[in-house]
């Protein structure tokens, strides 16, 4: 409700008048006014026009005197504007009221999109060969939030991480340990995840450009990780487990975690993949080409802007899409499921349990984690190969918009922070590639912010204990990493500083916590409980109302998010709600008034900031500390 609720009344009464006016199918809009509109702003003077043969003006005025008569507890008055807009003014007394009780209630920010069907979300999907970086991030953030987000809006939500255990880089660590005698104990201090990336890729494939033989050895080794019951196989699944491990305790650092692990190799060897095989050559969706550089190859033939695209290769192994299509067709429950499901062996945060998909048959728990709707979160890059999957999954599920491609664009790191992390970029942005050990792993990332936050925080309270010190260190560090990555439009690329990212002023994550302890001080030093007992028609201030208005408009800044899968919509509101909160406070002093009734609203004003804050944070992944 909230704001809605304004919204909704004056969309009914228009509804009404067009009524009394024998008009109807007028697809108007109601929205929250830009300043100089009044509260709220509609065009529906526009878009009848042509009919009434009227100027939008001169509607709007007719509109106005009607609605100026209508029943309404939540509009004062409607105006009309001179652009031809009809215009809206809330009755503050009443909406004032409404916004805040609800606030203070549990559901505040639900929406009912999702009416409780299920929908995967697939995220972070980092091959288990080295550990995670700053590129990295952006995916696990974004999928971590659109989770939240999807959650908030009433749907069951199934979390995944695709495991790509079978593929060229995983092969690449084998042949570095099998063939170049690389020791499988890391140096001390160091994380195997980090060990394996740094020393052991890097180093092998830098060896490719020198010896061509390595390759022959490459695809043996890559066919030799699609049949289980190979030693090499076996070999691998010891090695990316525990690079796994590494991966997973960094997202879990983050506060992100999953619901179930799905591994690359049991997908091939589960059977899956020729149950869609066979599917796709009985719809004729691929072909098998005779001649050319794919001969012998099953191909997605292009449609002439674009090249074939080879999904089975000449010497019968699967390529990326290949083994792609059977997990989608998979996530949305079109086959049926092979697998049984154990739990992993470490705990995530907050308890959830994760389980794991494995082709034990002695292990007989099933589980369901498909969906109606699925949400794979890939990089831009892979956006041919996802269209081409979706094509494929609208074909077979026959239900248009059940596979969706969330895609973005990649991390670079400022010529300034690529210094500090010590790469040498010759003052430009620093591009990552894992394959070249052009990267800056996300655990550095997060200690190079941990260690400044310390510091700044020990300076600003040396009363302070360590520990204390440490919680907050991390929270902002998290905060900011997880803000950093979610507050830009997907379709642009992020340059990452962190000098910038961890200012107290802007659009940063910590200026956002920093204004919801602000809020958590006022209210400790008022040493009293909030309620919403109060006169709510003593708010009567621009910067109160603005306020109340911001907060107000919560669940309508869900709704779009999640509409547009856009998680950049609720970062902006908890900007644009700090923003106003700090006008307010500018303005408007709480404690120690004479008048103890107005003291009393603007305490139950400050705390339902405090209180929509933390739910929208929450959304993003981001603690709301009390002190800074």
Known sequence: MTFKSVLDEVENNLNKILSDLSLSGINFSVEPAKPGFGDVSSNIAFLLAKSLKQSPKEISEMLSKKYNGCTSTLVLKSESHPSGYLNFFANWDNLSQLILSESYLETCGDVDIGNNSTIVVEHTSVNPNKALHIGHIRNIIIGDTISRILKKAKYKVNVLNYIDDSGLQVADIIVGFKHFGYDETPPPGKKFDHYCGDDVYVKTTEKYESDSNLEEIRKTVLKDLEDGDSETAKFADKITRKVLEGQLKTCWNLDVTYDCLNFESQIIRSGLWNKIFEKLKEMNLIEFENEGKNANCWVIRGDGK?????????????????????????????????????????????????WQTTLDKTNLVSKDFTGEKVVTVIDSRQSRLQKIITSLMDKFKSIPNAYNHLGYESVTLSSETAKTLGLETDGKQAQMSGRKGLYVSADSVYELLKEKTMTETKNRHPEMSTSEIEKIAHYVSVGTLRYEMIKQDLDKIITFDLTKSLSLEGDTAPYIQYTHARASRIIEKSNRVPSIDVNFSLL?????????????????????????LSPKVIARYCYDLAVSFNSFYEKSKVLDLENAALENSRLCLVNSFKIVLEKALYLLGIKAPDRM
Request: no cysteine; net charge negative; hydrophobic share 35%.
């Open 540 to 564: 009567k201030e621009k910067s109160e109302l603005d306020l109340i208005k911001t907060i107000g408009l919560f669940n309508l800044q869900v709704r779009d998010a999640t509409n547009n």
């Open 306 to 354: 674009e090249e074939d695209k080879v999904i089975v290769r000449s010497n019968g192994t699967a390529t990326y899409i290949a083994k792609d299509i059977p997990y989608a067709a998979w996530k949305l429950g079109l086959l049926e499921d092979p697998f049984n499901y154990e739990k992993y062996s470490l705990e995530q945060p907050h308890s959830r349990i994760l």
